[in-house]
């Protein structure tokens, strides 16, 4: 059973994936999604280079990325924008947002 978490991290991945087409502009619109202001190019480097060494795991790793995205046929990209996704959820600000 996966916690509440890891599903919303997905359903995050999902809504990112769906509005833009390049993963950089994923994360910037998931952030902006979440926080309601755009993100630091510092936070949006290390972010974009979470998804590149997830998404090399992931292609390595064809059943762990169906795992973690809970789909027969999840890609590896699927599966490296949740691991982006969970860590946005996980930010100070994030979590400390009024």
Do not use: C, W
């Amino acid at each position: 059973n996966d916690s509440s978490f890891v599903v919303a991290a997905r359903s995050l991945a999902k809504s990112m994936m769906n509005h833009k087409t390049q993963p950089k502009e994923q994360i910037r619109a998931g952030y902006r999604n979440i926080l309601i202001r755009d993100i630091s190019d510092q936070k949006l480097d290390v972010l974009e280079g979470l998804y590149d060494d997830a998404l090399k795991e992931y292609r390595q790793d064809k059943v762990a990325a169906t795992k973690l995205a809970a789909e027969r046929n999840a890609t590896p990209e699927l599966a490296a924008m949740t691991i982006v996704a969970n860590a946005l959820l996980n930010l100070d600000e994030v979590i400390t947002k009024e």
